[in-house]
């Protein structure tokens, strides 16, 4: 944002500029900064956190002409449309190969699962039957 000095400031807040010291600066509610040559000037974000508002009467400042767009408002005849039906598609293709990555992933499992089972019957070695008592002499 922009930085204005601390007259300026205080006009900007609607209030005296003894007070904008006393109430504010000198407790620390907004911060100083200094300009290039040195100056002490507050950025008029500050003054929007504590204020919310700033009075702009008589001081040349331009207001925000920039419309604020709000959820379920039509967006087609502004820039946005484009952006969204972008985000949309993006939307849709990350939807697809997680769909796809899924699908990858459970093929995998149960070729796991296949490869298991062939180990387990290649180590599989049976126990020899049981010797009857006259096979010894064999």
Request: contains cysteine; proline residues 5%.
């Amino acid at each position: 944002m922009a930085l204005v000095s601390i007259s300026q400031a205080a006009k900007l807040a609607g209030i005296n500029r003894s007070n904008f010291y006393t109430s504010y600066l000198n407790q620390g509610k907004i911060s100083v900064v200094r300009d290039e040559r040195n100056r002490p000037c507050v950025d008029t974000s500050e003054l929007l956190r504590v204020f919310g508002s700033l009075k702009s009467e008589g001081l040349g400042i331009q207001q925000d002409t920039t419309p604020s767009y709000t959820l379920g408002q039509n967006t087609t005849d502004s820039g946005l449309y484009p952006l969204v039906e972008q985000l949309k598609q993006q939307l849709a293709e990350s939807k697809e190969r997680e769909q796809q990555a899924l699908e990858r992933e459970q093929f995998y499992q149960q070729q796991l699962k296949e490869l298991t089972q062939t180990i387990k019957l290649l180590e599989y070695k049976p126990e020899p039957p049981p010797r009857r008592g006259w096979q010894w002499w064999w």
